[in-house]
């Protein structure tokens, strides 16, 4: 992770060359120690509430090796469209952005298992097999976490000016970003919600008007969230002439990524197996309401 | 152009040692395991007097390539042929490969016992 080369935006090529060139080849230790521990800090905060629950554990050996591996590789590439839309550096080349993934993987591995054999979730004693299946499942969010953190905890670097800084906050993203990113930030809120147990329960009882109340909430929420609460980067992503099939146009491309993420994420932990159409639908939407508030709130953040 | 110092590059290193090693047991783990159901085994320990009564362990094994939730076992002894004493447990997971530890009291001695029959009344699949 290249540390104080952030440049001025990428449709500013004529500035990108003076960063690279007034500093020394290598980033300083400190400046890489201090990336770690923001690092190490994201991928605890977003996945400590995984890391204490049960269900997880459970995945972990439940799960067969062909699904975790799935879920290795689906995370990774996660990961990889993170750190290229999102991350900290938007001018970073592929090698740079694959470097960093692994990086950050390698991280999130450790991090997972050495939390699991502190709260003595992972022992000498159990199979290799359950011991992999736990650490992997738990260290995708970490991965995950790791990555938002280094990007999104850090102060800006000492090099940059403020008006650099304003420039990089405010540098406008596609819609097709945006719901990359969206999708990273559902799976990171509702990830911590998706596994338990509670989500199956509400998907047996909810009744039709609660679900269309929650699918209503969940819009509402979303619509409040990217136009009118005035949320912390909302702005720079709204178009100048706002109308009101925009805003109903874009609250619905970003609930429906909320209900992709949900879905998928049920699907993975076999929440839908055996299950009939109505019990998938209802668990999809009690989910999708924790992820409508990743895609919108999170993906404001985490952009 | 990627720039780091040596501390990055050995991370680099180290977590893709790492991911190589975890992606290669999770594809050798999913190209050699076939999806063979559970099979169950009961070890029995040796009995030692507690409380006025026997307490004997018992260790679960799954030998099958598949977890399984809520395993009801059962442990009698019989004298002449007949049975005696029965105690009960249920293990809440017995993942695939691996070994689970419990005991199971009794108020006769199990050492006394002519033989000691292990049974495995059924499970979950999760």
Redesign the interface.
């Given at each position: 992770m290249p540390f104080g080369c952030v440049t001025q935006g990428r449709d500013d090529p004529e500035n990108r060359t003076i960063p690279l060139t007034m500093h020394a080849p290598h980033p300083p230790i400190r400046g890489s120690l201090q990336e770690y521990g923001r690092g190490i800090a994201g991928g605890l905060l977003f996945s400590l509430p995984m890391l204490y629950t049960m269900e997880m554990w459970q995945f972990g050996f439940i799960l067969r090796p062909e699904r975790l591996l799935l879920y290795a590789v689906i995370s990774f590439v996660l990961l990889l469209g993170y750190n290229r839309y999102a991350g900290l550096h938007h001018d970073a080349s592929w090698a740079e952005v694959a470097i960093d993934s692994v990086e950050e993987m390698g991280i999130g591995i450790v991090l997972s298992a050495l939390f699991l054999a502190i709260l003595g979730i992972i022992t000498l004693d159990i199979a290799l097999s359950e011991a992999v299946g736990k650490t992997v499942i738990a260290g995708m969010t970490v991965a995950i976490g790791v990555s938002v953190g280094t990007a999104q905890l850090g102060a800006p670097p000492e090099d940059e000016d403020e008006a650099a800084t304003a420039r990089r906050r405010e540098r406008p993203s596609s819609f097709p970003e945006q719901l990359v990113v969206a999708f990273i930030a559902a799976i990171l809120v509702a990830g911590n919600i998706a596994p338990t147990d509670e989500i199956a329960i509400l998907g047996m009882y909810l009744g039709t008007l609660n679900l269309v109340a929650l699918v209503l909430l969940s819009l509402a929420l979303i619509a409040m969230i990217l136009f009118f609460a005035n949320f912390t980067g909302a702005g720079r992503h709204v178009p100048e002439n706002l109308t009101l099939a925009t805003v109903l146009g874009r609250s619905a491309s970003f609930y429906a990524v909320a209900l992709l993420v949900s879905a998928l994420m049920l699907w993975f932990f076999g929440r839908f197996e055996g299950a009939g159409l109505m019990q998938c639908l209802s668990a999809t939407i009690a989910l999708g309401l924790v992820a409508s508030f990743g895609a919108s709130a999170g993906r404001l953040l985490l952009q | 152009?990627?720039?780091?110092?040596?501390?990055?590059w050995s991370?680099?290193a180290?977590?893709?040692v790492?991911?190589l090693l975890?992606?290669g047991?999770?594809?050798y783990?999913?190209l050699t395991?076939e999806?063979e159901p559970a099979e169950i085994e009961i070890e029995v320990g040796v009995a030692h007097p507690q409380g006025g009564r026997y307490i004997l362990p018992v260790s679960l094994h799954n030998r099958g390539g598949q977890?399984v939730e809520d395993v009801e076992i059962e442990i009698s002894l019989l004298q002449g042929g007949v049975t005696t004493e029965t105690a009960a447990i249920t293990m809440p997971?017995l993942?695939?490969?691996?070994?689970r530890e419990g005991s199971v009291f009794f108020d006769s001695d199990p050492a006394q016992a002519d033989e000691i029959e292990t049974l495995v009344i059924g499970y979950i699949v999760?």
């Open positions: - | 152009m990627v720039r780091k110092n040596a501390l990055e991370i680099f180290v977590s893709g790492l991911l975890v992606f047991y999770l594809g783990h999913a395991s999806d977890s997971f993942p695939r490969l691996s070994t999760p």
